[in-house]
């Protein structure tokens, strides 16, 4: 575990369906954290679990050296990085950046770069697990980064995640996360085709189910998407239209390198086809219902 933390130096930028989440475990593990909402709910309710309510982002950069991030894309980490009132123009010495949002590897490769000028790093932190892990603190997290700073940062990610890997240099743990997507997006491709067979053949899917569970096909995606799929409840643990942002990057990834990944090519289809159908603010678990028409 790494040295523990000084309660006046964290912040959090980020408080959506994880990063909320994310911050209350903070405070629950006696952090002080200061963070910058918009959304007057959001900050009253953080606020009544112990947090500090900042002004601006600048008010935060300028007082703490070490700031969670949580956003949704590259567009936003560079406006909250580089963007009027930014992060990079009000940082001390000495900073890190903790970036939990899902982006591209280029994005945090080039921000440890420009913080190199300041003295101060980026750790690429993007995690899996979804809702219900941020809320239990039981989530994957995927570093990349300076080393000797993970290890500085790691008592802290333990707040938040119970399977932490260092995965290596800037970018990497972005790379980690996108072969998570693909991995996860062809696995609900997989479990929608499987359930629709199951009740085409009249066979009950909540058994199939079961049985499935018990043998090499059991998966967390079969768990808990599978129950999703069969209940057709669509609330988002992560929402489709993120999960098509991520699938965006990772294509683009094998695009660059050269790579033609078919299941992963075909995912991503599926994905914008659940978008289009403006179905973008449910849970991707959505896609079985594309899936479903496909068969026909």
């Given at each position: 575990m790494g040295k523990k933390i000084s309660h006046d130096e964290i912040g959090f930028i980020g408080l959506g369906i994880m990063g909320k989440p994310m911050i209350i475990n903070l405070l629950k593990s006696g952090y002080k954290v200061k963070f910058f909402a918009r959304r007057k709910s959001v900050a009253k309710n953080v606020r009544s679990k112990g947090g500090i309510q900042c002004s601006s982002i600048s008010s935060l950069a300028s007082t703490c050296k070490i700031i969670f991030l949580n956003l949704t894309d590259d567009k936003a980490i560079n406006e909250v990085v580089f963007g009027q009132n930014n992060i990079f123009d009000n940082i001390q010495q000495k900073s890190t950046l903790i970036d939990m949002s899902t982006i591209s590897p280029g994005t945090s490769i080039?921000?440890?770069k420009k913080l190199k000028r300041k003295n101060s790093y980026i750790l690429d932190c993007p995690v899996s697990g979804g809702e219900i892990g941020a809320i239990n603190a039981k989530l994957s997290i995927m570093v990349g980064g300076d080393e000797r700073i993970y290890k500085k940062m790691r008592s802290l990610l333990s707040c938040l995640?119970?399977?932490?890997?260092?995965?290596?240099?800037?970018?990497s743990g972005q790379i980690a996360k996108a072969c998570n997507q693909i991995l996860v997006a062809q696995t609900?491709?997989?479990?929608s085709e499987i359930l629709a067979l199951a009740k085409e053949t009249r066979t009950d899917p909540v058994l199939v189910q079961k049985a499935l569970m018990g043998g090499f096909a059991y998966s967390k995606i079969l768990d808990i998407h599978g129950t999703r799929i069969i209940k057709g409840h669509f609330n988002p643990g992560f929402k489709s239209k993120l999960h098509l942002k991520d699938m965006n990057i990772a294509t683009g990834l094998c695009r660059e390198y050269g790579l033609t990944l078919n299941g992963a090519k075909y995912a991503r289809r599926i994905l914008k086809k659940v978008v289009n159908a403006d179905h973008g603010n449910q849970d991707s678990s959505i896609m079985s219902k594309i899936i479903k028409n496909l068969t026909k």
């Amino acid at each position: 575990m790494g040295k523990k933390i000084s309660h006046d130096e964290i912040g959090f930028i980020g408080l959506g369906i994880m990063g909320k989440p994310m911050i209350i475990n903070l405070l629950k593990s006696g952090y002080k954290v200061k963070f910058f909402a918009r959304r007057k709910s959001v900050a009253k309710n953080v606020r009544s679990k112990g947090g500090i309510q900042c002004s601006s982002i600048s008010s935060l950069a300028s007082t703490c050296k070490i700031i969670f991030l949580n956003l949704t894309d590259d567009k936003a980490i560079n406006e909250v990085v580089f963007g009027q009132n930014n992060i990079f123009d009000n940082i001390q010495q000495k900073s890190t950046l903790i970036d939990m949002s899902t982006i591209s590897p280029g994005t945090s490769i080039k921000i440890a770069k420009k913080l190199k000028r300041k003295n101060s790093y980026i750790l690429d932190c993007p995690v899996s697990g979804g809702e219900i892990g941020a809320i239990n603190a039981k989530l994957s997290i995927m570093v990349g980064g300076d080393e000797r700073i993970y290890k500085k940062m790691r008592s802290l990610l333990s707040c938040l995640g119970d399977n932490i890997t260092y995965v290596g240099k800037s970018g990497s743990g972005q790379i980690a996360k996108a072969c998570n997507q693909i991995l996860v997006a062809q696995t609900i491709v997989a479990v929608s085709e499987i359930l629709a067979l199951a009740k085409e053949t009249r066979t009950d899917p909540v058994l199939v189910q079961k049985a499935l569970m018990g043998g090499f096909a059991y998966s967390k995606i079969l768990d808990i998407h599978g129950t999703r799929i069969i209940k057709g409840h669509f609330n988002p643990g992560f929402k489709s239209k993120l999960h098509l942002k991520d699938m965006n990057i990772a294509t683009g990834l094998c695009r660059e390198y050269g790579l033609t990944l078919n299941g992963a090519k075909y995912a991503r289809r599926i994905l914008k086809k659940v978008v289009n159908a403006d179905h973008g603010n449910q849970d991707s678990s959505i896609m079985s219902k594309i899936i479903k028409n496909l068969t026909k």
